[in-house]
């Protein structure tokens, strides 16, 4: 609900802050006293086209804040928000405000985050709907016409989004899976000598570095063979070094007796044999680690190179070849199958498309009881709103194949024929000023409480009519309040005194200067400005007389 806008610098309004409530708000003033500037200035704050001539004359910007009443967390409003990252806290009012400046350009904020003008009209006609004679949005938009049946025929489209879910789904798989057996099907040649070439290879993940590094190793201990021979005569063997020390120690073993000096070399000298010993062994174990096969390192190069080369011919890594193997033989396997598993899919998405037909048939049944419903509803306002000879009906056809969606296969619009044997026609082309707006009233009331803005003006819904018909349009008004916030606009006696709220547009002058203003008023500024509606510049006692008992009434 709108809860109050200010105005700063809008044409002829120089500051302004008005307060709304609760149910019907009627505003009255003089034709020119600037009604219009007030519902642009709204317009504004909603996402209307912002124009520098909005601006009052002298001042650099105009500006207008509308404050709303938290929306809901259910509310389109509050969806909206979330989904273009605007901060929303709980319980806090919903801030908008837009700034024009003089020499062009506009900014709009949300809770003083900027928006864009997109966001901005699409927040606004949430929150507010503004129907007035050449109003194209709302209830004159067809496109929102079949959301508006459903949510007064109470039809729930659950179903059959999840109907149209599951037809798409089943639907992509089928076109995947013609997809993958078409291309398979193409390189079936292909195919079976790859696979077989390398299911003949066997290539296994890691094999590439198992193998380079067993090559280097033996490359190694081709180069170290020599050097290690000649190391190894130089210790073993009957004149190596080792029996050479061997001899040594037991000659001296023979005399060290003599010569207490000699057992210290002869103690060296067994360290020596123990020392060239290990020496011995350990460089037998490390020609054993270094020893290569000729011809086990001609494999491993042979395998290697091909390895590599099957990498590079079918554009993968040598440790990927194994998985390129699988895939390639699952196409081929795909090739075998796939008509069969086509066949399977394809009566998956004949069962689906048959779910989604029954689901949108019985919506398609529903929306028809529904609109038969709503044509007598709105049938039941026309006649007292002096619509008595127009006729209004909703169509609901079926739509192409290709237009099928998760709302069903129906098309719906508002028609109306405004006179004996007329055709019937969307209302938007038919209906002239005074005749749409009382079309729109009609179907406000009619689908009341079923969902759309929370917020409601009329601007001179009343215009060219009087009496009786101005009467039936403010009780109308009045009823819907009971569901809606309603401002109207009205130079009409009967609708003004309905509204729970009056407020008086006024233009004044200081000679130099000219200010639109606002003021809400008493109940005895009222009675006196109904009584000038009803009587004109001149205020007659009649006429005060007639006021009252139009305020008493209701």
């Known amino acids: 609900m709108l809860t109050s806008l200010a105005i700063r610098n809008v044409v002829l309004i120089e500051a302004l802050d008005l307060e709304f409530g609760a149910g019907l708000s009627v505003l009255t003033g003089e034709t020119g006293a600037g009604k219009s500037i007030l519902l642009d200035s709204l317009g504004l704050a909603l996402g209307a086209r912002a124009d520098s001539g909005l601006v009052r004359a002298g001042e650099a910007q105009a500006s207008v804040v509308a404050t709303f009443d938290p929306p809901a967390a259910d509310h389109r409003a509050t969806a909206l928000l979330i989904e273009n990252g605007i901060d929303i806290e709980p319980g806090e009012p919903l801030l908008i405000r837009r700034l024009v400046k003089a020499d062009g350009g506009s900014r709009a904020f949300v809770n003083d985050q900027p928006c864009s003008a997109a966001l901005l009209r699409d927040l606004g006609g949430s929150l507010v709907e503004i129907h007035g004679q050449h109003d194209d949005r709302g209830l004159l938009n067809p496109r929102g016409h079949r959301a508006l049946l459903d949510s007064y025929g109470r039809c729930e489209a659950g179903a059959i989004a999840a109907a149209h879910a599951a037809w798409r789904a089943a639907t992509n798989a089928l076109a995947e899976a013609r997809t993958i057996v078409a291309n398979a099907a193409r390189d079936r040649d292909y195919l079976t000598h790859a696979v077989e070439e390398l299911r003949k290879f066997a290539p296994e993940a890691g094999e590439e570095a198992t193998l380079a590094e067993e090559r280097a190793t033996m490359q190694k201990g081709a180069r170290l063979t020599d050097d290690l021979s000649a190391v190894s005569d130089c210790l073993t063997g009957s004149d190596g070094g080792l029996a050479q020390l061997r001899q040594a120690a037991r000659r001296l073993d023979r005399i060290a007796s003599e010569e207490p000096l000699l057992n210290a070399v002869l103690e060296a000298l067994d360290r020596a044999v123990v020392e060239a010993g290990e020496a011995e062994d350990r460089l037998a174990e490390a020609a054993e680690a270094l020893s290569f096969d000729p011809a086990r390192l001609d494999a491993i190069e042979t395998r290697l190179f091909d390895?590599?080369?099957?990498?590079?011919?079918?554009?993968?890594?040598?440790?990927?070849?194994?998985?390129?193997?699988?895939?390639?033989?699952?196409?081929?396997?795909?090739?075998?199958?796939?008509?069969?598993?086509?066949?399977?899919?394809?009566?998956?998405?004949?069962?689906?498309?048959?779910?989604?037909?029954?689901?949108?048939?019985?919506?398609?049944?529903?929306?028809?009881?529904?609109?038969?419903?709503?044509?007598?509803?709105?049938?039941?306002?026309?006649?007292?709103?002096?619509?008595?000879?127009?006729?209004?009906?909703?169509?609901?056809?079926?739509?192409?194949?290709?237009?099928?969606?998760?709302?069903?296969?129906?098309?719906?619009?508002?028609?109306?024929?405004?006179?004996?044997?007329?055709?019937?026609?969307?209302?938007?082309?038919?209906?002239?000023?005074?005749?749409?707006?009382?079309?729109?009233?009609?179907?406000?009331?009619?689908?009341?409480?079923?969902?759309?803005?929370?917020?409601?003006?009329?601007?001179?819904?009343?215009?060219?009519?009087?009496?009786?018909?101005?009467?039936?349009?403010?009780?109308?008004?009045?009823?819907?309040?009971?569901?809606?916030?309603?401002?109207?606009?009205?130079?009409?006696?009967?609708?003004?005194?309905?509204?729970?709220?009056?407020?008086?547009?006024?233009?004044?002058?200081?000679?130099?200067?000219?200010?639109?203003?606002?003021?809400a008023l008493s109940d005895g500024e009222r009675r006196e400005e109904i009584a000038r509606m009803l009587s004109g510049a001149e205020i007659t006692a009649e006429a005060r007389a007639q006021a009252e008992r139009l305020l008493e009434r209701v």
């Open 307 to 519: 390895l590599r080369g099957l990498a590079r011919k079918h554009q993968v890594a040598p440790d990927d070849l194994a998985a390129l193997r699988d895939e390639m033989a699952a196409k081929l396997a795909a090739i075998e199958g796939g008509e069969e598993h086509i066949a399977a899919l394809e009566k998956d998405v004949a069962a689906k498309a048959a779910a989604y037909r029954a689901a949108a048939q019985a919506l398609s049944a529903e929306r028809q009881l529904a609109a038969g419903r709503l044509d007598a509803a709105v049938a039941g306002e026309l006649a007292p709103l002096k619509l008595d000879a127009a006729r209004f009906r909703t169509i609901v056809a079926p739509l192409d194949e290709g237009q099928w969606s998760a709302q069903g296969m129906d098309r719906v619009e508002f028609e109306i024929s405004t006179n004996p044997g007329a055709p019937f026609a969307p209302l938007a082309k038919i209906a002239s000023g005074g005749e749409l707006s009382r079309f729109i009233l009609a179907l406000k009331v009619a689908l009341a409480e079923r969902g759309g803005a929370d917020t409601l003006i009329f601007d001179e819904i009343d215009r060219g009519v009087g009496g009786a018909v101005a009467d039936a349009i403010g009780e109308r008004l009045s009823r819907l309040a009971q569901s809606n916030q309603i401002l109207v606009v009205t130079h009409s006696p009967q609708v003004a005194a309905r509204g729970a709220g009056h407020m008086l547009i006024a233009k004044s002058s200081d000679g130099t200067v000219t200010r639109t203003g606002v003021h």
